[in-house]
């Protein structure tokens, strides 16, 4: 089976194909400029590669309800040019084929449950934490969406005592996203977070608020797995500290084995590692087809 993954993200596009075991034959990857020039540029890499069915993996806000007459489109986005835009037209217009589309974080949780951390479980949240933060759930062996889709990255977190700075997020300050994705760490340490000592402060800031983001998500959501992607969490010596965090602010709570004893196998990196996000748009093309 050949199937082509497109991983869009607003800073790069990585497109690929793959087959029905996730594995990944082939890949490409450009800089994401205006819609027209990289969505033709998806659409070339395409042409000779014979795949069944597309699945695309998006950076938002997306609109996916199959009802709307947006469906398929880059919404409210900030970035120039790719507000309303028709993003699943303009390769449905190419190539007649089935296609899986969902938000990029959505498409990481559900590769991450079909062949990654989460492998054999009907459910996983997997946030990713680089330029912006954004979640996505799988539950009950499926893909949330819902009113519009989680937005999990913009959820508010109480501030830690020694944090002063004032919040990064447009829309809301100091939301989780605006204290906490890679440009706040840079903004309020004027330092870039791949710069900074495993030893700086600035992680245990960091680890106070990604650790009360799963703590809300496991309360409200019981995941079974609960996987942290994205450029800020290649810094490995966050995830015990953000496990930390978790045990604390739970405080014994939510009594089970994952959180309790065996909280290093149930907070993980993605095992996919940074393949997460085009093996998922694979998932979201091989599912399509079904
Ligand atoms: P994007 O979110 O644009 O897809 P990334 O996930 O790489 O890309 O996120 C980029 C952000 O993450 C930047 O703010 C950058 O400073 C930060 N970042 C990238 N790599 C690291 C690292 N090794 N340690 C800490 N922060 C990092
Ligand atoms: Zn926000």
């Known amino acids: 089976m050949r199937i082509g993954a497109i991983e869009a993200g607003g800073t790069k596009f990585i497109c690929g194909v793959g087959n029905e075991h996730g594995e ?12 027209e020039t990289t969505v033709q540029r998806a659409i070339d890499y ?120 004032e919040g990064a997020c447009p829309f809301h300050g100091d939301c989780l996203e605006g204290l906490a994705a890679g440009p706040a760490i840079e903004k309020r340490w004027r330092t870039k977070g791949q710069e900074l000592a495993p030893d700086h402060p600035a992680w245990r800031i960091e680890a106070h608020y990604i650790g009360q983001a799963v703590v809300n998500t496991i309360l409200m959501l019981s995941p079974k797995k609960v996987i942290l992607g994205g450029g800020v969490m290649k810094q490995a010596h966050l995830f015990p500290m953000v496990r930390q ?18 909280i290093d196998h149930y907070i993980v990196p993605p095992g996919l590692g940074d393949n997460a996000g085009l093996c998922g748009a ?7 087809m079904k």
Not at 24 to 35: A, G, H, L, Y
Not at 282 to 288: H, N
């Open 24 to 35: 990944i034959t082939d890949k490409i990857s450009f800089p994401t400029e205006t819609p």
């Open 46 to 165: 395409f042409r000779d590669k014979r795949v069944e069915a597309i699945g695309i993996g998006s950076f938002g806000p997306i609109d996916i309800d199959r009802d709307s007459s947006r469906y398929g489109y880059v919404t409210t986005t900030p970035k120039p040019g790719w507000s309303n835009f028709n993003f699943l037209g303009a390769m449905k217009e190419a190539y007649d084929v089935p296609y899986g589309w969902d938000t990029d974080v959505n498409a990481a949780a559900f590769g991450e449950a079909a062949w990654g951390a989460a492998k054999g479980l009907d459910s996983c949240a997997y946030f990713t934490i680089g330029t912006g933060i954004g979640l996505g759930v799988f539950a009950e062996g499926a893909l949330i969406h819902g009113l519009v889709h989680p937005e999990g990255g913009h959820v508010y977190v109480r501030r830690h005592a020694e944090d002063t700075f």
């Open 245 to 262: 965090e978790v045990q604390k602010g739970l405080n014994g709570y939510v009594k089970t084995e994952a959180l309790l004893t065996d």
């Open 282 to 288: 694979l998932a979201l093309g091989l599912a399509a």
